[in-house]
């Protein structure tokens, strides 16, 4: 049966019934263990195209959480991976224009 949970708060997380007990579930900094807990024991399929999106979208939360430092390494990777992918097109594109005069 679906917990019922209010308005302004996200449903309370099995972690507190499993791993936490005893914790304050309305604590901030518990709720955040708990999601992070429910992130690190998520089962995803690793090979799949679902696999690779669950992973693109595990990147885009963690660089969203990060501060300093680490957000600008998760910029750079992300500049670099595009300037990455413009290249491989570009030459693709010239490659192909070559192939056709």
Known sequence: ???LHEPDR??????????LVGLDPH????QAFADH????????????????LDGVRDFADSANRAEGGRR???VLIVV????????????????VLATWL
Do not use: K
Request: charged share 25%.
């Open 27 to 30: 604590d901030p900094d518990a």
């Open 80 to 95: 670099l991976l595009l300037v990455g992918v413009a290249y491989v097109v570009w030459e693709a594109l010239l490659f």
């Open 10 to 19: 996200p449903a309370r997380s099995r972690q507190f019934d499993d791993e």
């Open 72 to 74: 600008w390494a998760a």
């Open 37 to 52: 807990l429910d992130r690190m024991q998520r089962h995803t399929p690793a090979f799949t195209v679902e696999g690779y």
């Open 1 to 3: 049966m679906p917990e």
